[in-house]
């Protein structure tokens, strides 16, 4: 949401339940439980959910198919988790869930009953995006893994090294999103735009961009972790691993200081 003041919805304030009523922002610092609760029960109680499922379904629905067609073959097991699981399906669902964890609530305002308690906004946020994170991680990596074994039964460890490789994008495809959420109420679709032409497009045809794709340093850990040749990253792991920890920070950093910014507006 780019402006900076988020007015109450009309109609009679009902804060969710559990969180405290007075205070001066004490507590954790990174977790909430309830307001991971809340979070949780926002991404897997609304029509997100749908295509939460839908996505990994899809995604073991085309590995079956082409399994079948196919044989079990190392190079097309590569080819569909990286070309389908990793650029395309990690993404979406990172979309989902991380503008799903907080964008609604500012969209609709009802973020005014979090942000009147005492609970620090920063723990908001982290608290938002490690659920956030759980989701993605769940719906990505374990589907990934199960794609892996099979295409290929987890020849040349490919299972397991693209299920590392969603995990790891995971983390830091939610922190951007959930950021996004934060900065517009048009987080999907630039989510969205980020995620189809960004990592599915220009991150895979033009050199130069690659080091700046998320999913090729998350292919930096894959290929550390599969055997053969098969897995071939443009970015070292070193330099990966490195651009995943400021992104994710720098997100998570970004997102809480916007939150503060937000002032608390009612009308009587």
């Known amino acids: 949401m780019s402006a900076t003041t988020a007015t109450r919805p009309p109609g009679p304030p009902r804060p969710p339940a559990g969180i405290p009523a007075a205070g001066s922002g004490t507590g954790p610092r990174f977790f909430h439980p309830t307001v991971a609760r809340l979070t949780y029960r926002g991404l897997l109680g609304r029509r997100r959910a749908l295509l939460l499922f839908a996505l990994p379904a899809l995604l073991l629905v085309i590995v079956g198919a082409v399994r079948a067609l196919a044989g079990a073959d190392d190079s097309t097991a590569h080819d569909v988790l990286q070309g389908f699981a990793l650029s395309g399906v990690v993404p979406l669902v990172g979309v989902i869930a991380g503008t799903g964890a907080i ?55 490919l299972a397991v090294a693209y299920a590392a490789a969603s995990a790891v994008a995971a983390v830091a495809y939610s922190a951007v999103f959930l950021m996004l959420g934060v900065l517009t ?84």
């Open 103 to 157: 964008g609604p609530e500012i969209d609709d305002g009802s973020i005014v009953y979090l942000l009147s308690k005492p609970i620090r906004r920063g723990t908001i946020v982290t608290t938002k995006l490690l659920v956030a994170i759980g989701v993605t991680v769940a719906f990505c990596a374990i589907p990934t893994l199960l794609a892996g074994f099979v295409l290929n039964g987890n020849g040349q460890r």
């Open 185 to 268: 109420r048009h987080a999907v679709v630039v989510g969205l735009v980020y995620a189809l032409l960004w990592e599915g497009v220009i991150g895979n045809v033009v050199p130069g961009a690659r080091t700046l794709s998320v999913q090729q340093w998350a292919v930096a850990v894959a290929q550390k972790i599969g055997r053969g040749d098969l897995i071939s990253s443009d970015v070292g792991l070193s330099t990966a691993v490195v651009l995943l920890v400021l992104v994710t920070a720098g997100a998570t950093w970004f997102a809480a200081h916007r939150l503060r910014g937000l002032k608390i507006t009612g009308e009587e």
